[in-house]
């Protein structure tokens, strides 16, 4: 992940900090528009996580169009998300 990202050990924590940078890290492309998640080669697994205490959700940053829709979550007080 961190050479598909081009980053240094030392630079970790913005690895993954968008969906942009999710997607280059894990090498999704293109090649993947209208893959169902659920029932495809792709498949995405998510841990079971309990120590999660509060998710935050706000606008989306970095676009033009529904700004203020509130599609944008994220693990509350996480040091890798992106500000």
Same mark, same amino acid.
């Given at each position: 992940? +961190?050479?598909?990202?081009?980053?240094?050990?030392?630079?970790?924590?913005?690895? /993954?900090?968008?969906? *942009?940078?999710? /997607?280059?890290?894990? *090498? !999704?492309?293109?090649?993947? #528009?209208?893959?169902?998640?659920?029932?495809?080669?792709?498949?995405?697994?998510?841990?079971?996580? %309990?120590? !999660?205490?509060?998710? +935050?959700? *706000?606008?989306?940053? *970095? !676009? #033009?169009? +529904?700004?203020?829709? %509130?599609?944008?979550?994220?693990?509350?007080?996480? %040091?890798?998300?992106?500000?």
């Amino acid at each position: 992940m +961190a050479q598909r990202r081009s980053k240094s050990p030392k630079q970790l924590l913005d690895l /993954c900090s968008g969906p *942009g940078k999710i /997607c280059q890290a894990l *090498g !999704i492309d293109v090649r993947y #528009t209208g893959y169902d998640l659920r029932q495809s080669e792709l498949l995405i697994l998510i841990p079971r996580r %309990k120590d !999660i205490k509060s998710v +935050a959700s *706000g606008p989306r940053i *970095g !676009i #033009t169009k +529904a700004t203020d829709w %509130k599609l944008r979550f994220w693990e509350k007080d996480s %040091k890798y998300v992106s500000r």
